[in-house]
């Protein structure tokens, strides 16, 4: 079974945040995201945690609980530079996904900067790139609901207090890439 990982960032201070629910079997991706659209306002395009009330946020959360995701989170400090922060991130999930033995990743677009994660993935994959069988690609967060999943983690772990503890059924491992 290929799981398929969907990856949002985030920043607190100097802590950059790279979230990736990375434990999507293919059997759920339609269920989970018929539950994502269904949590949408109406004419609401997408679900983005930063803009959505408190009572919205408890809503959302309390159907992501009952779900079987789990969400990675990759932690990097922001002082030289948030660009090197995201791709120590990027470079740590790429590795960590090919001993999950995942088949898909996704990354929420960031438009021209797109580039440098393409860069770390493939340098990460080296020359052995096909034979791991990883395709990635990024998407506009809009292009597809899982992506608002570790949107919505990485604000709760950035948020602390109550927002941790009520994400904290979805939060897998935590990699701290500032610690050898």
């Known amino acids: 079974m290929s799981l398929h990982a969907f990856v949002d960032e985030s920043r607190r201070n100097n802590t950059y945040l790279l979230a990736a629910a990375a434990v999507v079997p293919p059997?759920?991706?339609t269920r989970l995201r018929k539950l994502l659209n269904g949590l949408r306002m109406p004419n609401q395009r997408e679900l983005h945690f930063k803009k959505?009330?408190?009572?919205?946020?408890?809503?959302?959360?309390?159907?992501?609980v009952r779900t079987p995701v789990?969400?990675?989170?990759?932690?990097?400090?922001c002082r030289k530079g948030e660009e090197r922060a995201r791709q120590a991130c990027v470079a740590r999930l790429t590795g960590n996904l090919l001993d999950l033995?995942?088949?898909?990743?996704?990354?929420?677009s960031r438009e021209a900067r797109?580039?440098?994660?393409?860069?770390?993935?493939?340098?990460?994959l080296g020359k052995y790139a096909r034979g791991t069988g990883l395709v990635y690609e990024h998407l506009p967060s809009e292009g597809d609901p899982l992506l608002?999943?570790?949107?919505?983690?990485?604000?709760?772990?950035g948020a602390g207090d109550d927002w941790l503890r009520r994400a904290q059924p979805l939060i897998g491992n935590v990699v701290d890439t500032r610690k050898p």
């Open 27 to 29: 059997r759920e991706l």
């Open 52 to 64: 959505e009330t408190p009572a919205r946020r408890k809503q959302i959360l309390s159907a992501l």
């Open 114 to 124: 797109d580039e440098h994660d393409l860069l770390t993935i493939r340098t990460s």
């Open 101 to 108: 033995g995942a088949g898909r990743l996704v990354l929420d």
């Open 70 to 77: 789990q969400v990675d989170l990759y932690l990097a400090c």
């Open 148 to 157: 608002w999943i570790p949107d919505i983690v990485a604000w709760c772990y």
